[in-house]
Nanobody, 121 residues
Framework: QVQLVESGGGLVQPGGSLRLSCVASGRIFNINAMGWYRQAPGQQRELVASSTSSGSTNYADSLKGRFTISRDNAKNTVYLQMNSLKPEDTAVYYC???????????????WGQGTQVTVSS
């Protein structure tokens, strides 16, 4: 069974920083892209950042360079460094990974349970 577990969320004041982590575990042959999404109440889930296994990254333009995604392939872990946080960043942040459980199988997307990030004074 493949699991993605996020951690690092919490309450932070505007202008503060948080670092989220997501660890993939279970029967995993290999992992391709990993990424972060977020969803605020009543809103659509949106892409925050993604990273391929080779290290290329993609970010939502609206974040204006405040967020940085990184990964440690040896640990099956992806991180999201969030700086200069704003109240509108408040959301549940979800980890996503494209994973093959066997060399003969196609890639499948897996999601974590989410971690709450609240930006408030």
């Amino acid at each position: 069974q493949v699991q993605l577990v996020e951690s690092g969320g919490g309450l932070v004041q505007p202008g503060g920083s948080l670092r989220l982590s997501c660890v993939a575990s279970g029967r995993i042959f290999n992992i391709n892209a990993m990424g972060w999404y977020r969803q605020a109440p009543g809103q659509q889930r949106e892409l925050v950042a993604s990273s391929t296994s080779s290290g290329s990254t993609n970010y939502a333009d609206s974040l204006k360079g405040r967020f940085t995604i990184s990964r440690d392939n040896a640990k099956n872990t992806v991180y999201l460094q969030m700086n200069s946080l704003k109240p509108e960043d408040t959301a549940v942040y979800y980890c996503k990974a494209a994973i093959r459980r066997d060399s003969r199988l196609l890639w499948s997307d897996y999601w974590g349970q989410g971690t709450q990030v609240t930006v408030s004074s």
